[in-house]
């Protein structure tokens, strides 16, 4: 995706909205998700993704994008980026998840509004508020009052 002014507000937007779902990701064995990829076991792959995501996100919010790729150096640390399609409401997001032992990243490649406004700030804070309601919340129910 061609880089605007605002892709770096919308990747750490997103970024911050699929950390808990990467970070279930990363409790998987770097060379099983690799012979995964290498094997194009993508029905494998979708099925890691869909129950690392059911935790955190309503049921088709965040799906595996049919591909990926790994880095691999002899006495080097793996590296997995896999394709993400985020589809919470009104929007939809293709996207590359990156994958290390402690760190995990992601890239938007495109993003698409059902229904774009002429102002980028809205948009943004469109992507905002759709990933949040499509996350599940977690009520605290010593707070409530009687």
């Known amino acids: 995706m061609k880089k605007c002014p ?5 990747e750490q937007i997103l970024a911050e909205a699929i950390s808990p779902v990467a970070s279930e990701l ?4 770097a060379a099983d998700l690799i012979s995964l990829l290498r094997f194009e076991r993508y029905g494998n792959l ?14 088709g919010t965040v799906n595996f ?5 790994y880095k691999l150096d ?20 293709y996207a590359k998840l990156a994958l290390t032992e402690h760190l995990a990243g992601i890239e938007i490649n495109h993003i698409a509004f059902d ?5 980028p700030d809205e948009n943004t ?22």
């Open 65 to 69: 994008g049919l591909g990926g790729d």
């Open 26 to 29: 990363r409790l998987l064995d």
């Open 6 to 10: 605002y892709s770096a507000q919308r």
């Open 115 to 119: 229904k774009a406004s002429a102002d």
């Open 125 to 146: 804070a469109l992507l905002a508020h759709s990933l949040k309601e499509a996350r599940y919340v977690v009520r605290d129910e010593t707070a409530r009052v009687a």
């Open 74 to 93: 002899w006495g080097g640390p793996a590296e997995v980026t896999i394709d993400l399609e985020i589809k919470p409401r009104g929007v939809t997001i």
């Open 46 to 59: 979708a099925d890691l993704v869909a129950s690392a995501a059911e935790l955190y996100f309503l049921p």
